[in-house]
Protein backbone atom coordinates (compact mmCIF):
# COMPACT_ATOMS: atom_id res chain seq x y z
CA UNK A 1 0.00 0.00 0.00
CA UNK A 2 2.86 2.29 -1.29
CA UNK A 3 1.62 5.73 -2.21
CA UNK A 4 4.82 7.43 -3.06
CA UNK A 5 8.22 5.81 -4.15
CA UNK A 6 10.69 5.34 -1.63
CA UNK A 7 14.07 6.38 -3.60
CA UNK A 8 16.22 6.18 -0.46
CA UNK A 9 15.65 2.59 0.21
CA UNK A 10 16.82 1.52 -3.55
CA UNK A 11 20.31 1.12 -3.69
CA UNK A 12 22.02 2.37 -6.73
CA UNK A 13 22.64 -0.91 -8.53
CA UNK A 14 19.55 -2.47 -8.37
CA UNK A 15 18.13 -3.69 -12.09
CA UNK A 16 14.96 -4.36 -11.38
CA UNK A 17 11.78 -2.52 -9.44
CA UNK A 18 8.47 -4.02 -8.49
CA UNK A 19 6.20 -1.68 -7.89
CA UNK A 20 3.16 -3.05 -8.56
CA UNK A 21 -0.38 -3.00 -6.97
CA UNK A 22 0.48 0.04 -4.86
CA UNK A 23 -1.12 3.42 -4.30
CA UNK A 24 1.02 5.24 -5.80
CA UNK A 25 -0.05 8.78 -6.63
CA UNK A 26 3.37 10.71 -7.72
CA UNK A 27 6.83 9.73 -9.09
CA UNK A 28 9.58 11.20 -7.77
CA UNK A 29 13.22 11.24 -9.86
CA UNK A 30 15.04 7.90 -10.00
CA UNK A 31 18.20 9.75 -10.59
CA UNK A 32 19.78 7.55 -8.08
CA UNK A 33 19.39 3.88 -9.68
CA UNK A 34 22.02 4.38 -12.76
CA UNK A 35 21.64 0.90 -13.36
CA UNK A 36 18.16 0.06 -13.35
CA UNK A 37 16.88 -2.23 -16.65
CA UNK A 38 13.33 -2.93 -15.62
CA UNK A 39 10.74 -0.89 -13.67
CA UNK A 40 7.35 -1.87 -13.12
CA UNK A 41 4.84 0.85 -11.87
CA UNK A 42 1.84 -0.58 -13.40
CA UNK A 43 -1.77 -0.75 -11.35
CA UNK A 44 -1.20 3.02 -9.37
CA UNK A 45 -2.67 5.91 -9.18
CA UNK A 46 0.12 7.77 -10.86
CA UNK A 47 -1.38 10.77 -13.20
CA UNK A 48 1.52 12.32 -13.85
CA UNK A 49 5.16 11.68 -15.10
CA UNK A 50 7.72 14.73 -15.47
CA UNK A 51 11.19 14.88 -17.64
CA UNK A 52 13.14 14.58 -14.54
CA UNK A 53 11.25 11.42 -13.41
CA UNK A 54 13.14 9.34 -15.36
CA UNK A 55 16.07 11.19 -15.80
CA UNK A 56 19.35 9.07 -14.92
CA UNK A 57 17.53 5.49 -16.24
CA UNK A 58 19.85 5.62 -19.57
CA UNK A 59 19.87 1.74 -19.63
CA UNK A 60 16.46 0.92 -18.48
CA UNK A 61 14.90 -1.63 -21.12
CA UNK A 62 11.25 -1.69 -19.71
CA UNK A 63 8.77 0.66 -18.41
CA UNK A 64 5.56 -0.59 -17.16
CA UNK A 65 3.04 2.10 -16.26
CA UNK A 66 -0.57 -0.18 -17.41
CA UNK A 67 -3.10 0.66 -15.54
CA UNK A 68 -2.57 3.93 -13.78
CA UNK A 69 -4.47 7.13 -14.39
CA UNK A 70 -2.39 9.08 -16.58
CA UNK A 71 -4.38 11.58 -18.92
CA UNK A 72 -1.82 12.72 -21.24
CA UNK A 73 2.05 12.51 -22.08
CA UNK A 74 4.32 15.50 -21.95
CA UNK A 75 6.75 16.64 -24.30
CA UNK A 76 10.63 15.08 -22.97
CA UNK A 77 8.93 12.76 -20.61
CA UNK A 78 10.59 9.86 -21.74
CA UNK A 79 13.46 12.15 -23.33
CA UNK A 80 16.38 10.45 -20.95
CA UNK A 81 15.43 6.53 -21.48
CA UNK A 82 17.70 6.11 -24.66
CA UNK A 83 17.80 2.55 -23.79
CA UNK A 84 14.49 1.99 -23.91
CA UNK A 85 12.63 -0.90 -26.10
CA UNK A 86 9.67 -1.52 -24.20
CA UNK A 87 6.83 1.05 -23.00
CA UNK A 88 3.58 -0.45 -21.35
CA UNK A 89 1.53 2.57 -21.60
CA UNK A 90 -2.36 0.59 -21.50
CA UNK A 91 -5.61 0.91 -19.67
CA UNK A 92 -4.50 4.59 -18.56
CA UNK A 93 -7.18 7.59 -19.57
CA UNK A 94 -4.28 8.90 -22.28
CA UNK A 95 -6.62 10.75 -24.80
CA UNK A 96 -3.64 12.72 -27.40
CA UNK A 97 -0.13 12.65 -27.72
CA UNK A 98 1.73 15.00 -29.03
CA UNK A 99 3.80 14.30 -31.91
CA UNK A 100 7.51 14.53 -30.53
CA UNK A 101 6.45 12.49 -27.53
CA UNK A 102 8.47 9.37 -28.01
CA UNK A 103 11.26 10.93 -30.38
CA UNK A 104 14.20 10.73 -28.23
CA UNK A 105 13.27 6.52 -27.67
CA UNK A 106 15.88 4.95 -30.23
CA UNK A 107 15.78 1.66 -29.54
CA UNK A 108 11.73 1.55 -28.47
CA UNK A 109 10.55 -1.91 -30.39
CA UNK A 110 7.20 -2.25 -28.38
CA UNK A 111 4.97 0.43 -27.54
CA UNK A 112 2.00 -0.75 -25.77
CA UNK A 113 -1.11 1.83 -25.63
CA UNK A 114 -4.48 -0.13 -25.57
CA UNK A 115 -7.41 0.56 -23.47
CA UNK A 116 -6.37 4.21 -23.35
CA UNK A 117 -9.03 7.29 -24.77
CA UNK A 118 -7.04 8.25 -27.74
CA UNK A 119 -8.19 11.08 -29.77
CA UNK A 120 -4.84 12.20 -31.06
CA UNK A 121 -2.34 10.07 -32.34
CA UNK A 122 -0.28 12.37 -35.29
CA UNK A 123 1.51 9.55 -36.85
CA UNK A 124 4.85 11.53 -36.40
CA UNK A 125 4.55 10.17 -33.16
CA UNK A 126 5.43 6.44 -34.12
CA UNK A 127 8.00 7.92 -36.95
CA UNK A 128 11.17 6.18 -35.25
CA UNK A 129 9.82 2.98 -34.11
CA UNK A 130 11.45 -0.18 -36.07
Do not use: W
Not at 67 to 93: G, K, P
Not at 104 to 123: D, I, K, T
Amino acid sequence: NLTHVPIDSITPDTHTLRLSDNKITHLGSFNTTPEMRYLFINNNKVATMLPETFKGLHVLLYLDMDRNEILSLRQLTFSALQALSNLILSNNYISHILENTFNSLANLEYLELSGNCLSLFPMQAIKIIP
